[in-house]
C-alpha cells in the first residue's frame, strides 16, 4: 500500500435520526504524520473516526486508505492496517484474560499460534503490563485497561493508528505513561481529544472541527495559541500555554 | 446493590476457575465434552422410578471436583440458582401418583420416588455441565464444539450469549447504582421508575453491545471466533474419556449397589 496515505473527501454523514453529524470534511495525513482532532463535546469526533474505520459509511463523499476506497469489499484489507483504540476501553476488552483480547485480532488473521503468541508478548511488553498477561480484563485499572486496549490494537501490527480520546479519564500519571508510550510509535497516528495539552505535546498538526465542520487545519503551534478561534470552537488555549495562575506572567 | 456487583464479580468465576493447571484442566476439551456428553445421555436414560441404580453417577462429579481441585461451594450455589425449576417441574409428581410403593417397611407413593429421581438426576447433569465449563472454560469449549462439527452460527451464538451476558449485568450494575444513590432511602427500586429503568437498560445494552461488536469487527472479526490452536489428542486424553465411557456403560447396564449388596449378603451366608 502506498506509504499509508489517508485521505478524505468531501464527507457527509447523518445519524437515522437525520442529525447531520459530519458536514462536507475533507483533508489527507501522510505516513508518518502525527495529527490531533479537536473539538468541543459533540462535534463529530467520534463520528468523524467511525467514518474513517468504515464502521458506517458516508451518505456522500469518500474515505480513501492508500489508494484503496473504503467500502464493504475492502473493509478486510483496510482493516488490516487501520488500528483504532476505542473511547472506552470496556467496549474492547470482553475476552476472560488479557492475553486472549490481544490475541484476539491477530487469531481472526489466522496466524500460527507461534506468531500470535510472539505477536501479543511482544505488544504487552511494549505498553508494560506483560505481568497482567492472565489478568481478567475488567479487573484492571483505567490505565491498565487503556494500555490493554492500546495493546490489543498493536498486536495487528497497523500502520495506522487511529485513537479516541486516549487521555480520557486517567489519572495525571497513567496519563503521562499513555502519553509517552504514544511518542514512541513511529506509526502514523490521529488522535482526538480534548486534552489540549496532551495534543500540544504530541501532534505537530491539529484539525479542528466545529459542528461537523472542519474550522482550521494546520501546524498545532500555531492553531492552539489562537485563543479566538479556540474560544468559537468551544475549546481554550491549553494550560501550559496560559498566563501563569499565580504569578500572571505571560507565557507566550 | 452490592449484591449485584459482587455476582458481577462472580458471574466470571468458572471462567477463572478453569484457567488453572490441573490433571483435569489439561485435558483435551474434546475428549471432556465427549465425557460429558455421555455421561448426560446415560443419567438422563435411566427410569422415572430408578435412584439405586444413579447413585454411582455421583462417583464421576466427586472424582472431578477433586482432581481438579475446584472449589465445592460456588459451583452448588449454581446448583441451587437452577433448583427451583427442578423442584417446580419434580413437585407435581407426588400427587399425581399416589399409587404405594414398598420400601423396607414403609409405603411410601411412588411419585416421592419420581420426584426424587429427577432431582438427582437434575442435580447431576447440572453439575456435570458446570464442571465442564469450569474444567474447560467456555472459549475451548466453543472450540470442542466446532471440531464436532457443530454449525458455527450455533458456537458463535452459545459464545456471544455468555458474553453479552456480561454486559447486560454491568449495565444493571451502572443504572442500578446512580439510582440509588440518589434515592438513598429506598429499598429496591420504586416502581413507578421501573419502565424507564428498564427502557434505559434495553437501550444501553443494546448501544453497548453494538460498540464492542464493532470493535471486534474492525480487529478481523468475520463471524468465525478463534480461540487458539488445539493440542493433538493424547492417548492419555483418550483414555481418559474411554474409561469414563466404560464405567458409565457397565453402571448402566448392572446396578452395582445392588451388586455389591449381594455379593456382601453372599459373603455374609
Ligand atoms: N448514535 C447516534 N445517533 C444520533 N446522533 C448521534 C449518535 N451518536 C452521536 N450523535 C450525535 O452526533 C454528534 C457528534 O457526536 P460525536 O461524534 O460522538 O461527538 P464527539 O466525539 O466529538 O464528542 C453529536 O451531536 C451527537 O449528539
Ligand atoms: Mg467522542
Not at chain 1, 437515522?16 to 483533508?27: L, N, Q
Not at chain 1, 474505520?53 to 467500502?71: A, K, L, N, R, W
Not at chain 1, 466545529?210 to 475549546?235: H, P, R, Y
Not at chain 2, 439405586?52 to 450455589?77: D, S
Request: overall charge positive.
Amino acid at each position: 500500500m502506498s506509504h499509508h496515505k489517508l485521505e478524505v473527501k468531501d464527507l457527509h454523514y447523518s445519524y437515522p435520526d437525520d442529525h447531520k453529524a459530519v458536514k462536507g470534511m475533507s483533508f489527507c495525513i501522510y505516513h508518518g504524520e502525527s495529527v490531533g482532532i479537536i473539538g468541543a463535546n459533540g462535534a463529530g469526533k467520534s463520528t468523524l473516526l467511525m467514518l474513517l474505520m468504515g464502521v458506517i459509511f458516508p451518505s456522500q463523499g469518500e474515505v480513501c486508505v492508500g489508494d484503496v476506497h473504503v467500502t464493504k469489499k475492502t473493509l478486510p484489507m483496510i482493516r488490516k492496517s487501520l488500528g483504532m483504540v476505542f473511547q472506552d476501553p470496556d467496549d474492547q476488552l470482553f475476552m476472560n484474560t488479557v492475553y486472549d483480547d490481544v490475541a484476539f485480532g491477530p487469531r481472526n488473521y489466522k496466524l500460527d499460534e507461534k506468531e500470535v503468541e510472539k505477536r501479543v508478548l511482544n505488544a504487552l511488553e511494549l505498553v508494560g503490563i506483560l505481568h497482567l498477561k492472565d489478568r481478567a480484563p475488567f479487573k484492571l485499572s483505567g490505565g491498565e485497561k487503556r494500555a490493554a486496549a492500546i495493546a490489543s490494537v498493536l498486536s495487528m501490527h497497523p500502520d495506522i493508528l487511529v485513537m479516541d480520546e486516549p487521555t480520557a479519564a486517567l489519572d495525571p500519571k497513567s496519563r503521562r505513561k499513555v502519553m509517552k508510550l504514544l511518542t514512541s510509535f513511529n506509526h502514523t497516528k490521529i488522535i482526538t481529544s480534548h486534552d489540549l495539552d496532551m495534543i500540544f505535546e504530541m501532534c505537530d498538526r491539529t484539525i479542528v472541527i466545529k459542528n461537523g465542520e472542519i474550522a482550521a487545519d494546520g501546524v498545532t503551534s500555531e492553531i492552539l495559541v489562537n485563543a479566538e478561534l479556540m474560544d468559537a470552537c468551544g475549546l481554550e488555549i491549553p494550560l501550559s500555554l496560559q498566563n501563569c495562575p499565580v504569578c500572571r506572567t505571560k507565557k507566550v | 446493590m452490592a449484591n449485584i456487583m459482587n455476582s458481577l464479580y462472580n458471574m466470571r468465576i468458572l471462567d477463572d476457575l478453569a484457567r488453572q493447571e490441573t490433571v483435569i484442566h489439561k485435558l483435551h476439551s474434546l475428549m471432556k465434552l465427549l465425557t460429558t456428553v455421555s455421561y448426560l445421555t446415560v443419567v438422563v436414560s435411566f427410569g422415572r422410578y430408578e435412584i439405586g441404580g444413579l447413585l454411582p453417577f455421583l462417583i464421576y462429579p466427586v472424582m472431578v471436583f477433586t482432581l481438579a481441585e475446584l472449589p465445592v461451594k460456588p459451583i452448588l450455589l449454581r446448583i441451587l440458582i437452577v433448583s427451583p425449576f427442578i423442584i417446580g417441574i419434580g413437585i407435581l409428581n407426588p400427587f399425581f401418583d399416589q399409587q404405594g410403593y414398598l420400601l423396607g417397611e414403609r409405603v411410601i407413593s411412588r411419585g416421592w420416588i419420581t420426584f426424587g429421581s429427577i432431582l438427582l438426576k437434575s442435580g447431576l447433569t447440572v453439575t456435570a455441565a458446570l464442571l465442564l465449563i469450569a474444567t474447560t472454560g467456555m472459549d475451548r469449549l466453543a472450540g470442542a464444539l466446532r471440531m464436532m462439527k457443530i454449525p458455527r452460527i450455533f458456537v458463535l451464538q452459545l459464545l456471544l450469549t455468555y458474553r453479552y451476558i456480561s454486559v447486560l449485568m454491568e449495565e444493571v450494575a451502572r443504572i442500578l447504582r446512580a439510582y440509588s444513590l440518589r434515592a438513598p432511602n429506598q429499598k429496591g427500586v420504586h416502581r413507578s421508575a421501573w419502565g424507564s429503568l428498564a427502557g434505559q437498560l434495553i437501550l444501553r445494552t443494546f448501544d453497548r453491545a453494538q460498540r464492542i461488536y464493532e470493535a471486534m469487527c474492525l480487529r478481523g472479526f468475520a463471524g468465525e471466533y478463534n480461540t487458539g490452536g488445539f493440542k493433538e489428542i493424547r492417548a492419555w486424553d483418550l483414555s481418559y474419556f474411554i474409561g469414563w465411557a466404560l464405567f458409565f456403560a457397565v453402571a448402566r447396564m448392572y446396578n452395582i449397589p445392588m451388586l455389591i449388596g449381594s455379593l456382601i449378603t453372599g459373603v455374609i451366608k
